[in-house]
Structures are given as structure tokens and as C-alpha cells.
């Protein structure tokens, strides 16, 4: 491998760790705006979204600039494969924070009915499993990816119980539905972004296995 060929890809691992960092304070930052019903916060997230998306589209454009160049095979290749579609999770994540954030926005101005959810298990869940997948990626540490794709399943269990509670909830207090709603549509894009965290997870032991492990149970995976 040529160094020009090794600086660039130096230069991908650096570009993707840096947009790793800036989705991650987000995803922070929004799960405060959750737990505090803070507006003004939620919309900082959706004004500097533009940040995430410049980052993604300058990550991709690089990594096919350098796939066109050089044509990599074997690991390098993998390695690219794996950062396009990390960067595109991370991107997707960085939207999922917007998502919430603007739930976020529209609960704070409506009068709430008489109903509270506590997402804080939840939220907190989501977030714990983006920070161990992107340690994973850090790390190349396949234990931890193994162990982001073991929470899934809780982040969904999760989903189900605000479902339920919802449901009897719109029932009881009708004249509140679009509050409801609104406070509902948080544990979808929370779900969402937990996916998200797993899809990465599933990149990282792609990229140091060579297995590819989507739309297969993680039930029975390595801990």
C-alpha cells in the first residue's frame, strides 16, 4: 500500500470519527431536551443539522474519490464499504435527533393533558447503545458490538410499552390527541435511532469478520 494511498485512508478514519462526535452530542443533547421539555435546546439541534449533513456528503465523496483512484480490494475495501454506510447511519441518526427535537418544539407550545411518559429508560437506553457502537468502531472491538446488538431488543420492548400506554391514554383523554401524539411520535424516532446504533454495530463486525449478520436474530449472538 502507498503511503499517498495509507494518508488518505487516515484521512476517512479522521473525517468519521469527527462527524462520530458531533452526532453524539446531539443525540445528547436531544435526550436533555426530552427529559426537560426544552425547546429552546431542541431547536439548536434542528438549526445546525446543516453541520451533519456537509460532513456526510464530504465523507462519501471522499471515500469514492479514493475508491476510483486506487481501486482498493481485500480489507481496504471493506474498510470504505463500511465508513459510506456508518456515515450514512450517522447521518440518519443526526435526522432521528431532529425528529425528536421537533416533537420537542410542538409539546412544549400545546397545553398537556392530564398524562405524563417517562422516556428516560428508554432515551437513555438508545443512548447508551449509539456511545458503545461508536467505541466499537474506535476500538475495533467486536464484543462491543456484539453487546449494542444484545440492547436492541429492550429499546423495542420499550416501544411496546409506550404503544400500549399511549393507546389507553388517547382513549381516556380525547381532547388532547395531537399532544398525545406528538409525545407518542418520541419513542418512534427513538426506536429508530437505536436501530441505527445497531446497523453501525453490524458494520463494525462486518468490517473485522468479514460476516455480514443483517436480518438475522441477535438473540443467540456472541456477548
Do not use: W
Not at 459510506?84 to 393533558?113: S, W
Amino acid at each position: 500500500m502507498s503511503k499517498h494511498f495509507h494518508n488518505e485512508l487516515e484521512k476517512i478514519k479522521k473525517m468519521i470519527l469527527s462527524l462520530s462526535a458531533v452526532v453524539e452530542e446531539r443525540v445528547n443533547m436531544v435526550v436533555k431536551a426530552i427529559q426537560d421539555i426544552d425547546s429552546d435546546l431542541a431547536r439548536d439541534i434542528i438549526n445546525r443539522d446543516f453541520e451533519i449533513d456537509k460532513k456526510e456528503v464530504e465523507i462519501e465523496e471522499e471515500c469514492l474519490k479514493i475508491m476510483a483512484l486506487h481501486q482498493p480490494v481485500a480489507v481496504d475495501l471493506r474498510f470504505l464499504i463500511a465508513v459510506i454506510k456508518i456515515n450514512n447511519d450517522l447521518e440518519r441518526i443526526g435526522d432521528q435527533a431532529v425528529n425528536i427535537a421537533e416533537r420537542v418544539v410542538v409539546i412544549d407550545r400545546q397545553n398537556p393533558c392530564n398524562f405524563a411518559f417517562d422516556y428516560s429508560d428508554m432515551a437513555g437506553k438508545a443512548q447508551t447503545m449509539f456511545s458503545i457502537s461508536l467505541d466499537a468502531l474506535i476500538n475495533l472491538d467486536t464484543k462491543m458490538a456484539y453487546q449494542v446488538l444484545a440492547m436492541d431488543d429492550e429499546v423495542d420492548r420499550f416501544q411496546n410499552q409506550a404503544y400500549d400506554a399511549f393507546k389507553v391514554a388517547m382513549q381516556d383523554n380525547r381532547d388532547c390527541l395531537g399532544f398525545l401524539l406528538n409525545l407518542f411520535l418520541v419513542s418512534r424516532h427513538l426506536e429508530r435511532l437505536a436501530d441505527h446504533a445497531t446497523n453501525i454495530a453490524e458494520e463494525v463486525i462486518h468490517l473485522i469478520d468479514g460476516e455480514i449478520i443483517r436480518h438475522r436474530s441477535h438473540s443467540n449472538d456472541k456477548k
